[in-house]
RNA sequence: GUGGAUGUAGCUCAGUUGGUUAGAGCACCAGGUUGUGGCCCUGGGGGUCGGGGGUUCAAGUCCCCUCAUUCACCCCA
């Protein structure tokens, strides 16, 4: 096991083949079907200085407790990422993107960290996918990134994914729901668990999905009842456009998001298999983050996705992206002979294996059968007759190939993949 | 940050009311077959019993602390 000193980090982990391919046929999925959809990938740094995540969400748990913080030794203050949204629209504004052409619809993949207590789909370091489209004020965009999203999951294999879906309203219209929601609250104070009486204070719309105060929660005001014309309009809408396309969504009116960058759309996509919880993938629209990192007002919806716990809801794996292995066996005094065999064929494309232990060729051909399709024998009378004896590891069956057939022989029989 | 459960070989786990050198299966290596894997047989390597302290003639086993894992809460992907 080894020395406690020397293992991953708390809420971190190593990811060993062969779940390592599904990580990287996941990315893939993922990137296909943003191309499909318009994106361009962005990649930023996995820390950038602390004020771009401190804007963004300066009274969220996860920028307030949950950062991986530190300075450097040249005295910057530094923030390992805990999600992507802050970083892109930080990029959209350094970059000037405002004035190329809108909307810049933007996708990003890579790992994300916060310093969370590790439990069941949550990690310290986590991957996540996500996309942000700039610049379009239209229920289309807030639609679009769901659908993608859920086009997504469902080709990884978990089929027909529910969207919840809600809005929060706009400058004009939240603060008066906002006030209506303390009000009623600070009159029924006493039937309000711990955490809600300090949510009062700090965060009162996170007093709607509270899993202890769900009598008390259900009798409150509705957002519905306070939405703008404007903001009516736009959920409406966006609901109807997502429906239309065959995709399932429904609003829950308890629905709010723990970033406070959201204005209007916020939605989640859960899975049963996972507990309710937790959200496959989550996200909204934001339409002043733009302007609190120093750029103009640029209307903006996007989502973050866990690609880790997809992965882990998913009922069967996705395909391998892996070919077929071949392995050239040598009988004694031959190691050279295989070995050049060996990279003649990775010079064709093949993936080959040749031993490196100096083994008899019982034991090569036991090492081959766990990792390869068919192993060459490199040797003995076949080699001196200018052959080689090809072995069907799966089926048993052997083969003689003259040696000037051996690389057509071999690409016949083994399946091409995509690494 | 709060609460519960669990830590014995690379993996999955036995280990009787505390009692000799801590076991099994799988995996790994070698031999049986000096030109052929997968089955079978034989042998082998591999463990500070998570760590520290305590009780005891004696601790994997009992007690305390600690660390890690895990589940739930908080929060979130």
């Known amino acids: 096991m080894g020395s406690e000193e020397f293992q991953t980090a708390r809420g971190t982990r190593d990811v060993l083949s062969p779940e390592t391919w599904q990580f990287e046929a996941m990315r893939r999925l993922a990137l296909r079907w943003a191309v499909r959809y318009g994106y361009e990938l962005i990649e930023t740094p996995i820390f950038e200085k602390s004020p771009v995540f401190l804007r963004v969400g300066a009274s969220t748990d996860i920028v307030q407790h949950e950062r991986y913080q530190f300075v450097d030794a040249g005295g910057d203050d530094l923030t390992l990422r805990p999600e992507g949204t802050a970083a892109v629209a930080r990029a959209y504004v350094q970059h000037g993107l405002a004035s190329a052409v809108q909307p810049v619809k933007l996708c990003y993949y890579g790992p994300m960290f916060r310093r969370e207590r590790p439990q069941a789909g949550r990690f310290r370091q986590h991957t996540q996918f996500g996309v942000e489209l700039f610049g379009s004020r239209s229920p289309l965009a807030d639609a679009e990134v769901m659908l993608l999203g859920c086009r997504i999951v469902d080709a990884a294999g978990l089929r027909n994914p529910e969207i919840r879906v809600n809005s929060l309203g706009c400058d004009r219209c939240r603060p008066q729901y906002r006030r209506a929601l303390v009000d009623f609250f600070t009159a029924r104070r006493e039937e309000l668990c711990q955490d809600c009486q300090t949510r009062l204070e700090q ?27 404007d903001c009516r309009a736009h959920i409406t809408t966006v609901i109807e456009i997502v429906a239309a396309s065959g995709q399932i969504i429904r609003r829950d009116r308890h629905l709010v998001r723990g970033l406070d960058y959201y204005t209007r759309t916020v939605f989640e996509v859960g899975h049963p298999g996972l507990g309710d919880q937790v959200a496959l993938f989550g996200g909204g629209r934001y339409d002043g983050l733009t302007a609190n990192l120093g750029g103009e007002s640029v209307p903006s919806v996007g989502f973050g996705m866990g690609i880790e716990r997809l992965l882990s809801a998913l009922p069967t794996a996705l395909p391998t992206l892996v070919p077929d292995r071949a392995y050239v066996a040598h009988l004694p005094g031959f190691e050279r002979q295989a070995y050049l065999w060996a990279l003649k064929l990775r010079d064709e494309g093949i993936a080959v294996d040749a031993d490196m232990l100096e083994r008899s060729l019982k034991a090569q051909l036991k090492e081959a059968g766990r990792r390869a399709r068919l192993a060459l024998i490199v040797g003995g009378t076949e080699w001196s007759q200018g052959n080689v004896a090809v072995r069907d590891l799966t089926q048993g069956s052997q083969d003689v190939v003259a040696l000037e057939e051996v690389v057509e022989y071999m690409k016949t029989r083994l399946q091409e993949g995509e690494l």
Request: proline letters at 7%.
């Open 203 to 229: 965060n009162p719309l996170r007093l709607l999905d509270c899993k202890v105060d769900v009598a008390v929660r259900q009798e409150a005001p509705d957002l519905e009842n306070y939405w703008c014309d």
